[in-house]
């Protein structure tokens, strides 16, 4: 396959010197085009399933809200298995993020710098492939980790169950540490070099170069690494509904249990049936929701950073 | 030099996590040592299952806790899915309290009586233990025949011998013999249902399997709503629920019947003082009515 493949790139290569015109040289390839169906096949699969989700996520979920009522859906504060206020759960997935965010980018983006920059080279070689590990480690295992060490230890410094919203942000503040560090380190060692050195030149130390010049000119990189962060965070399933009490309540304080979009949807699927399982299904249109105004928001800093 | 760095940082990586697996020995350790002064002014944390859980609706019935589509459970309750998630809960937090099968019970946690009765066989059978359930399995429509004799089997004096190894109660004292060991059987059979009611069942399905080889038993653990749905539906050909149908789905299931007895133990962290709840008190607490451990522990 693949000699062959490097048969047809240097057959078409050679073609192309003989016939400047690259199109006619194309157009006449039948293996040429047979590959671009296969490619164009792929393409249309990964887009295929996506419709496909979002067909069934949303045909399954709209009518639901709206027989419901979409105000009480989204702003009812009870949950059970009769009533479907979503508030609680939106409420909890929103701080649970903001917390784990709010404690896992900075630690994040320093770690970033200081492997940008300051790192010594044999320190690098380690860290780079254990912040690698920290991303491949299976979210159970994490939910797992945290249920054994993270609650006992909130448990006997602030009392309460244990399980709670403190837990779930210390968790995922821990989670989104791979995806922070490794996009905002590719975001700080793709600013020309010259920045830096023109910094220097001109009298500052490398210090002030790196968080005045360096770091800014990365900004948008460091702003997308956080957006996606923040998607890992509010769609962490598995490992959060280990430790965060589950309670489907309004949020009470940061020792008290919580519950999460996505946990609601897992804690209850295998039992629902009728309007509690469309409610569920409802909860993943929320979800979906948010993930689209997430990636929206990644793709306008995107696109910034292009310009 | 740098094949050296990777072996180096190798080595690290694995020295950390021993560590990290020595620190947790050390805190269980700790733990332990702590249950010796049981601070009586400190919160129940109750522990629940989650909404629609079959363990969860049965203990609400037989405390009384039932009411109609929703129970009166503490909705602030810690809920965990699973009887697992509930015992490792409960196992490592010295003020919880929560409810399990009794075939669950192990040395990490208390079982604590209810009435002055213990959660033990005998009380259970003779009906002196209240907190009790049928684990049912339920025929939606015709079964096939090689389904049909798996169905003899788990109510033969083997299959409701296997029921009383795995830690629960036979539901039928005496059981016929199973006679089906020479007929030439092959096929699938699809199980569906309560995650309480699937270590019963599949202890049975693997006895079963190993006298008849051609034969595959699938069992799934989705939960009793699923198990009787997919028994009506005709998706699995045995459905399970470790709860009592309803009216709406006895009229459209051709038979339910109890393979097995179990009781619900309400539990403890080992070191709890606590011994015995009266019925009345085992309902306050997980309609979240009781706030201390010392309003539990004075009388």
Known sequence: MDNLRQGTIKEAKAKANRQPPFKKAAKGN???KIMH????????????????????????GLPMMVEYGLADFIFGQTWNQTTFGLLPMILGSVLVTLGAVSIGVPIGVMTAIFMAEFCPKKLYAFLKPAVNLMAGIPSIVYGFFALRIIVPQIRQLFGGPGNSMLAAIMLLSIMILPTVISLSESAIRSVPRSYFSGSVALGASPERSIFSVLVPAAKSGIFSSIVLGVGRAIGETMAVVMVAGNQPLMPRGLTQGIRTLTTN???EMAYASGQHRDALVATGVVLFIFIMIINTTFLIMKSKEAK | MKRNLKMLSVIGLAATTLIACADTESEGAQNGEA???FDTSSNVHVVTREMGSGTRDAFAEMTGLDDG?????????TAQQGTNAVNSTVADDLYAIGYTSIGAVDDSLKAISADGVDATEENILDGDYEIARNFNVIIGEELSEVADDFWTFMFSEEGQAIVAEVGYISAETDAPAYEGHDLDLSGSIDVNGSTSVFPVVEAIAEAYMEIH??????THSTGSGAGVTSAIEGTSDIGMASRELNDDELGEVTESRAVAVDGIAVVTHPDNPLDNLTMEQIADIFRGDVSTWDELLDN
Do not use: R
């Open chain 1, 37 to 60: 169906g296969v490619f164009l096949l792929a393409a249309f699969t990964s887009i295929f399933s996506l419709v496909l989700i979002v067909i069934f996520i949303f045909t399954n």
């Open chain 1, 30 to 32: 039948l293996a040429e």
């Open chain 2, 35 to 37: 249950g010796g002064d």
């Open chain 1, 265 to 267: 949807i897992v804690m």
């Open chain 2, 213 to 218: 080889p051609d034969v595959q038993i699938a």
């Open chain 2, 69 to 77: 589509d929703n129970d009166l459970i503490d909705p602030g309750a």
